[in-house]
């Protein structure tokens, strides 16, 4: 099997294609498997990278929630490449890998080409939301930690954000609860407690992403309700970003419309490779009457 190593933990990958890399970073529920539809599609003319995060064998599991942090994440996408001799790429992730594309963005901006931020926002925002995100972080983590995923990956996988992927693909469904029942429970209530419970809010980032320049698109499922406002807060953050939402679509947007996803990001890394995806002028506050209005006084 081929390893990757990070701070002495190894992270398991698969490579496959030619051409400008492709780094792909998977959610919580997921693994490198949760990529398929788009390893198939883009390792046609690209060089794709999928692995799996800490906590996911076959990568290690390291047994301190501390070995988990964000940065660490985020670090982890740089220590592939860096395996792979691979100075600097596009990168795509979901969710919780998502936030670690985000951050490897922001601690190693020369490195990325691009990023590719789908269904990110969980748990982001200040408030109440956050506390409650954080309090039933903890709580399943508890739970894993007592019964493993025995009908946790039930509940999971019918939650209001992932059930659109069973209506949709029931076939793609099975396949994605008969992976998340393959994880290791440890590694995935480390990931809770060290990862989602720990992470810093995204509007405690907002100067460093305001001052981010790697061409960004923000991706969200009009159905995946956590993730909506965080999304398009993003877009208006962050200075070379754009914004998809995808029409009746929940959390898991690349296993439910895996062709338009496909066609998303292709789109949007052409763009950046034919230095097309350029920052746009500030949007102004105002309406476009009072735009003019304003030039006419």
Not at 50 to 68: H, K
Request: net charge negative; aromatic share 8%; with cysteine.
């Amino acid at each position: 099997m081929p390893f990757a190593e990070a701070d002495g933990t190894r992270l398991y990958f698969e490579e496959t294609g030619e051409g400008e890399p492709l780094l792909f970073v998977h959610e919580f529920a997921g693994d490198h498997r949760s990529w398929e539809p788009q390893l198939q599609f883009f390792s046609r003319r690209f060089r794709c990278v999928a692995y799996n995060a800490r906590g996911y064998p076959p990568s290690d599991v390291p047994r301190d929630a501390n070995d988990y942090d964000q940065a660490r994440q985020a670090d982890d996408i740089a220590a592939v490449m860096d395996h792979l001799a691979i100075g600097s790429a596009h990168v795509v992730g979901l969710s919780m890998g998502a936030f670690a594309t985000l951050h490897f963005g922001l601690r190693h901006p020369a490195r990325a080409r691009s990023l590719f931020l789908a269904s990110i926002g969980s748990g982001a925002p200040k408030g109440a939301a956050r506390d409650v995100f954080i309090k039933e972080a903890h709580a399943a983590a508890d739970i894993l930690d007592t019964r493993g995923w025995d009908g946790m990956s039930d509940a999971l996988s019918h939650g209001p954000t992932r059930i659109q992927l069973k209506e949709k693909s029931p076939r793609a469904w099975n396949l994605f609860k008969a992976h998340l029942e393959e994880h290791s429970a440890e590694g995935s209530a480390l990931t809770l407690r060290g990862y989602q419970a720990a992470r810093p809010s995204l509007n405690d980032l907002e100067d460093a992403l305001r001052a981010l320049e790697v061409p960004a698109m923000v991706a969200v499922g009009d159905e995946d309700a956590p993730c909506i406002d965080a999304s398009v807060w993003l877009k208006r953050v962050l200075p070379s970003s754009g914004l998809w939402i995808a029409p009746r679509t929940g959390h898991c947007m690349n296993l439910e419309e895996p062709a338009d996803f496909n066609a998303r990001v292709l789109d949007f890394i052409t763009a950046v490779d034919q230095g097309r995806w350029r920052p746009l002028p500030g949007v102004s506050a105002s309406s476009s009457f009072g735009d003019v209005l304003g030039e006419e006084s």
